[in-house]
């Protein structure tokens, strides 16, 4: 089976080092700048006493799209330069720092220090003004190469509140081999580093991750109360939540996540599985909604699918639960979700599989399973899944959480860049799962990410730009996770315990899980119809001028479904989607109809555009609102990557099933032949959603290419609605 992740690399930068102390077992790859700093500084006791306290005891908050303005302050000098105001740094109170130019800008008592980075250049000044004093750094550059970025910040003390704030403000220079936003940081190393607050020798509140990724982008310590806020340093890095261009993207181009926490619910109590490769349970920023013993290892038979091979499963997971406001990484999707892991993907049999979607013997152990992985990519064959898998699925929508319904997410695949379409992947296009394409922060389709009648909707993931989605990463050994020790992608954060560069629709389906987390804790009396219906009828039309769109079908709420087989009905949107939740009625029972043989069967004419044509006629199938079609048909043919098939329905909607394409080996070189197990293929289509099953559907076989030749032996349809 394969993961629905695709490799990228990225080139960014950003530098800055703040407040070291004497005696410090700095990571810096700077001696001569510790050293400089040490021999002026001292630790000394106030009036107050040195305490032991660092800024871990310090409250963080982040705050964004805050106004940058320079000061038209003193330029540094060397000396004692008078703060204007006396400041309490972890019990050591000061009025005046002493200012050491040569190219750095050191301030420093007892210690406490800032200066940016040994080697740096630009205009460094300072300027006192009531209980605030500012140092400001202006074209501080990463190293002496004219080909890098330089950057503007401000570090402010307030006497006030005895906060340390550090601001960052738009660059003097862009730069030709660095991305211009400057969105990450790599860590401590002769061309790259990152921000650290040390105090006492200690290193505490360090800024590992370049946490700056646009002006105004401003983290500012303050002595802990009961008022602080506690926020998620990589947050800012996760456009796919909140996207207001901080990495070059389109403003408001993400899952819309932010109000619907903001008002309370962020997905607690809903429980979701992530079958995988595994789950790093003790990573910091999982540990917390980890729902304990509810894992399974298929390897050991045991409740812990950590692992050194659990790097694509722990990626996914921070996706979805990620937990917030614990000062570790970002968030999730539904950051109080209880998150769980099967790692099924280690051993992958039949009996396994079965096992994972219908929750390891309790049908109710999960409210939704996410599902990252499928066929492989760019072969364009036909996958046919396990019987007992599809068994399994029936199981879940019709049990599960005590008969409403288990939610199953699934990654619709990532051979968009060849041959493949969603529809060739027997899981993908089941009518038991959501299936979930991929696009970019520009609102359009990831290239990697495949089309399909069967398409529900689409997440946010790695799009065309390179920006990839931020999350968790497996911990488990320093070998283990995307960003290692032995990674080949050197632009990724600092600490290991994360990476910038997770993608695919293996990313965007658990964006989506996320979300529909959110949608069951604004109702739990929702079933997974109603559930992926809310889905269809608050999607967001993204890249609305694509000429792919049609509508067709009667929505719920009224008006009718936006489709796109790049798509499904849009960009998911949870603050819609939970709004209308919120006042949901459920549907009704649903209804199963299947239709007669069709007419039109015999032989497919080879390379003819005109191919085959027939129709079926319903009557009396008691659905007047489609919500899925199966089109199953049987054929014999050599080569069926020739053929291109078409539902059309009575509306005239058109469903492309199939487009003629190669087939391809594992190595991706041309099969000589392929063909459907069993000479038979089960199609689907989300395409008619709203649609009424009565009246005359019509069937299109056309063979696209010459020297292959084959029979279209029957076919029929199988309708679900209400």
């Given at each position: 089976?394969?993961?629905?992740?695709?490799?990228?690399?990225?080139?960014?930068?950003?530098?800055?080092?703040?407040?070291?102390?004497?005696?410090?077992?700095?990571?810096?790859?700077?001696?001569?700048?510790?050293?400089?700093?040490?021999?002026?500084?001292?630790?000394?006791?106030?009036?107050?006493?040195?305490?032991?306290?660092?800024?871990?005891?310090?409250?963080?908050?982040?705050?964004?799209?805050?106004?940058?303005?320079?000061?038209?302050?003193?330029?540094?000098?060397?000396?004692?330069?008078?703060?204007?105001?006396?400041?309490?740094?972890?019990?050591?109170?000061?009025?005046?720092?002493?200012?050491?130019?040569?190219?750095?800008?050191?301030?420093?008592?007892?210690?406490?220090?800032?200066?940016?980075?040994?080697?740096?250049?630009?205009?460094?000044?300072?300027?006192?003004?009531?209980?605030?004093?500012?140092?400001?750094?202006?074209?501080?550059?990463?190293?002496?190469?004219?080909?890098?970025?330089?950057?503007?910040?401000?570090?402010?003390?307030?006497?006030?509140?005895?906060?340390?704030?550090?601001?960052?403000?738009?660059?003097?220079?862009?730069?030709?081999?660095?991305?211009?936003?400057?969105?990450?940081?790599?860590?401590?190393?002769?061309?790259?580093?990152?921000?650290?607050?040390?105090?006492?020798?200690?290193?505490?509140?360090?800024?590992?991750?370049?946490?700056?990724?646009?002006?105004?982008?401003?983290?500012?310590?303050?002595?802990?109360?009961?008022?602080?806020?506690?926020?998620?340093?990589?947050?800012?890095?996760?456009?796919?939540?909140?996207?207001?261009?901080?990495?070059?993207?389109?403003?408001?181009?993400?899952?819309?996540?932010?109000?619907?926490?903001?008002?309370?619910?962020?997905?607690?109590?809903?429980?979701?599985?992530?079958?995988?490769?595994?789950?790093?349970?003790?990573?910091?920023?999982?540990?917390?909604?980890?729902?304990?013993?509810?894992?399974?290892?298929?390897?050991y038979s045991s409740a812990d699918p950590s692992g050194s091979t659990a790097d694509h499963g722990?990626?996914?997971?921070?996706?979805?639960?990620?937990?917030?406001?614990?000062?570790?990484?970002?968030?999730?999707?539904?950051?109080?979700?209880?998150?769980?892991?099967?790692?099924?993907?280690?051993?992958?049999?039949?009996?396994?599989?079965?096992?994972?979607?219908?929750?390891?013997?309790?049908?109710?152990?999960?409210?939704?399973?996410?599902?990252?992985?499928?066929?492989?990519?760019?072969?364009?064959?036909?996958?046919?899944?396990?019987?007992?898998?599809?068994?399994?699925?029936?199981?879940?929508?019709?049990?599960?959480?005590?008969?409403?319904?288990?939610?199953?997410?699934?990654?619709?695949?990532?051979?968009?860049?060849?041959?493949?379409?969603?529809?060739?992947?027997?899981?993908?296009?089941?009518?038991?799962?959501?299936?979930?394409?991929?696009?970019?922060?520009?609102?359009?389709?990831?290239?990697?990410?495949?089309?399909?009648?069967?398409?529900?909707?689409?997440?946010?993931?790695?799009?065309?730009?390179?920006?990839?989605?931020?999350?968790?990463?497996?911990?488990?050994?320093?070998?283990?996770?995307?960003?290692?020790?032995?990674?080949?992608?050197?632009?990724?954060?600092?600490?290991?315990?994360?990476?910038?560069t997770f993608n695919g629709t293996s990313s965007a389906a658990p964006l989506a899980a996320g979300?529909?987390?959110?949608?069951?804790?604004?109702?739990?009396?929702?079933?997974?119809?109603?559930?992926?219906?809310?889905?269809?009828?608050?999607?967001?039309?993204?890249?609305?001028?694509?000429?792919?769109?049609?509508?067709?079908?009667?929505?719920?709420?009224?008006?009718?479904?936006?489709?796109?087989?790049?798509?499904?009905?849009?960009?998911?949107?949870?603050?819609?989607?939970?709004?209308?939740?919120?006042?949901?009625?459920?549907?009704?029972?649903?209804?199963?109809?299947?239709?007669?043989?069709?007419?039109?069967?015999?032989?497919i004419p080879d390379n003819n555009a005109t191919g085959l044509t027939g129709t079926v006629n319903?009557?009396?199938?008691?659905?007047?609102?489609?919500?899925?079609?199966?089109?199953?048909?049987?054929?014999?043919?050599?080569?069926?990557?020739?053929?291109?098939?078409?539902?059309?329905?009575?509306?005239?909607?058109?469903?492309?099933?199939?487009?003629?394409?190669?087939?391809?080996?594992?190595?991706?070189?041309?099969?000589?032949?392929?063909?459907?197990?069993?000479?038979?293929?089960?199609?689907?289509?989300?395409?008619?959603?709203?649609?009424?099953?009565?009246?005359?559907?019509?069937?299109?076989?056309?063979?696209?290419?010459?020297?292959?030749?084959?029979?279209?032996?029957?076919?029929?349809?199988?309708?679900?609605?209400?």
């Amino acid at each position: 089976m394969n993961l629905k992740k695709f490799p990228v690399a990225f080139l960014v930068s950003l530098f800055l080092v703040y407040c070291p102390s004497p005696k410090s077992k700095s990571p810096l790859s700077n001696p001569a700048a510790i050293a400089v700093l040490a021999a002026g500084a001292s630790r000394s006791s106030s009036s107050s006493g040195t305490t032991s306290s660092d800024l871990s005891t310090y409250g963080r908050v982040l705050t964004l799209g805050k106004t940058y303005s320079e000061i038209s302050g003193t330029s540094v000098s060397s000396g004692t330069i008078k703060l204007g105001m006396e400041f309490n740094f972890g019990g050591s109170k000061f009025s005046e720092v002493t200012a050491s130019s040569g190219g750095y800008g050191f301030f420093y008592k007892d210690s406490y220090a800032i200066f940016p980075w040994y080697g740096t250049s630009g205009q460094v000044s300072y300027q006192a003004s009531g209980t605030k004093f500012t140092i400001q750094f202006k074209g501080v550059k990463d190293t002496s190469s004219t080909s890098y970025a330089s950057y503007n910040y401000q570090v402010i003390l307030d006497s006030k509140d005895s906060s340390v704030e550090i601001l960052y403000g738009p660059k003097s220079k862009t730069s030709s081999s660095y991305k211009p936003y400057a969105a990450y940081s790599v860590g401590m190393s002769s061309s790259k580093g990152s921000v650290n607050i040390i105090y006492g020798g200690n290193f505490s509140g360090t800024l590992n991750h370049g946490d700056f990724p646009a002006s105004g982008t401003s983290i500012k310590y303050t002595p802990a109360s009961t008022s602080d806020t506690v926020t998620d340093p990589l947050a800012m890095f996760q456009w796919h939540l909140y996207n207001y261009g901080q990495l070059g993207g389109t403003s408001g181009e993400d899952a819309n996540v932010s109000s619907v926490h903001s008002a309370g619910n962020k997905g607690d109590g809903i429980k979701v599985v992530v079958v995988d490769d595994g789950q790093d349970i003790n990573h910091e920023d999982l540990k917390d909604n980890v729902l304990s013993g509810a894992g399974k290892n298929y390897l050991y038979s045991s409740a812990d699918p950590s692992g050194s091979t659990a790097d694509h499963g722990t990626c996914v997971s921070g996706v979805i639960g990620a937990r917030d406001g614990n000062i570790y990484g970002g968030k999730g999707a539904a950051p109080r979700a209880s998150i769980f892991g099967y790692n099924l993907l280690q051993s992958l049999t039949s009996t396994n599989e079965q096992n994972a979607m219908t929750g390891n013997g309790n049908i109710n152990a999960f409210d939704i399973s996410n599902n990252s992985w499928g066929a492989p990519d760019d072969r364009g064959t036909y996958a046919t899944p396990n019987s007992t898998w599809k068994t399994a699925i029936d199981t879940g929508v019709t049990n599960g959480r005590s008969g409403k319904g288990a939610v199953y997410f699934w990654a619709a695949g990532n051979g968009g860049f060849t041959v493949d379409d969603s529809n060739y992947d027997g899981q993908a296009n089941y009518y038991g799962v959501i299936a979930v394409g991929a696009i970019g922060d520009d609102g359009k389709k990831a290239s990697y990410s495949e089309e399909g009648a069967n398409i529900w909707v689409a997440a946010h993931s790695q799009g065309t730009s390179g920006t990839a989605i931020t999350t968790t990463d497996n911990t488990y050994a320093s070998y283990a996770g995307y960003n290692s020790l032995s990674s080949s992608i050197k632009s990724d954060f600092y600490s290991d315990k994360y990476t910038n560069t997770f993608n695919g629709t293996s990313s965007a389906a658990p964006l989506a899980a996320g979300v529909g987390a959110l949608i069951l804790k604004a109702n739990p009396n929702l079933t997974w119809r109603d559930v992926r219906l809310i889905i269809a009828e608050t999607a967001r039309k993204n890249d609305a001028s694509d000429s792919g769109w049609l509508t067709a079908g009667t929505k719920i709420t009224g008006g009718s479904y936006n489709f796109s087989h790049k798509y499904g009905f849009g960009a998911i949107d949870a603050k819609a989607a939970v709004a209308l939740a919120s006042s949901w009625t459920n549907v009704g029972t649903q209804v199963v109809y299947t239709s007669g043989a069709g007419s039109g069967t015999g032989a497919i004419p080879d390379n003819n555009a005109t191919g085959l044509t027939g129709t079926v006629n319903i009557s009396g199938s008691g659905i007047t609102s489609v919500e899925f079609v199966e089109v199953n048909v049987g054929i014999t043919h050599t080569y069926v990557g020739d053929l291109a098939v078409t539902l059309t329905s009575p509306a005239g909607t058109v469903s492309t099933l199939s487009k003629t394409h190669g087939c391809k080996t594992s190595s991706f070189t041309e099969l000589g032949s392929c063909s459907f197990t069993g000479n038979v293929w089960r199609y689907g289509s989300a395409r008619h959603l709203g649609e009424a099953a009565n009246g005359t559907w019509t069937l299109k076989v056309a063979d696209g290419a010459s020297g292959d030749t084959g029979t279209l032996s029957s076919w029929s349809l199988k309708f679900y609605g209400r």
